[in-house]
């Protein structure tokens, strides 16, 4: 099976219903320059009875503030490589980037993927054709990072948000995920 097009195009128009999200300040004394704050981003996922392994891998991450000003949040030792999704559930989460951001309030994160593969509960495969380097993944999460405080912004991705459309190919399901 393949992923179609329409998957593709999916994907940069529901970034919002494709991850939810939760944030919460540690309290934990962090290390950050005056106005600044530590932002770190950690993924996580609930299971599936259709996928056994859901391999993503993300080459960056970025906090978008209020007035639509990117800023890079520096990548983990596991930036670059694959990330089994379906491994981090049930309380497991893997921490994709840490760094220290302006201050302030935050309106979206982007995690940029470069490749998907799927292992189906049957034992077959499927990898999501890129389109160039990968894409962007944006979720609408409203956050604030406070100044020399640590924000931890955890992001699930829902495998049950890939599922295989009428004519067979894979697919995201917006309605399958949802904001909180």
């Given amino acids: 099976m393949k992923f179609s097009k329409v998957m593709l195009l999916s994907l940069f128009a529901i970034g919002l219903a494709v991850a939810t999200f939760s944030c919460s300040s540690s309290g934990d ?5 005056a106005g600044q704050g530590v932002l770190s981003v950690r993924v996580h996922d609930d299971p599936s009875d259709q ?17 639509g000003t ?33 201050a302030g309030n935050y309106t979206k994160v982007e995690l940029i993927i470069s490749a998907v ?12 054709p890129m389109v160039g ?25 829902p495998l049950t948000s890939f599922t295989v459309g009428p004519n067979g190919s894979w697919q995201i399901n917006a309605g399958s995920a949802s904001a909180r």
Avoid: C, H, K, Y
Wanted: hydrophobic share 50%; proline share 2%.
């Fill in 133 to 157: 380097t990968g894409f962007a993944l944006v979720v609408d999460a409203t956050f604030e990072v406070v100044e020399g405080d640590e924000t931890v912004l955890r992001v699930d991705i």
């Fill in 29 to 33: 004394a962090v290390t950050a320059s």
């Fill in 51 to 67: 996928i056994d392994q859901a391999w993503i891998t993300f080459t960056g991450v970025n906090a978008v503030s209020a007035d």
């Fill in 117 to 128: 593969e799927l292992v189906l509960t049957d034992g077959s495969s499927v990898n999501l």
């Fill in 70 to 102: 990117r800023v890079e949040v520096s990548g983990s030792d596991l930036m670059g490589d694959p990330i089994d999704l379906a491994a981090l559930i049930n309380g497991n989460e893997e921490e994709l980037a840490v760094g220290t951001v302006p």
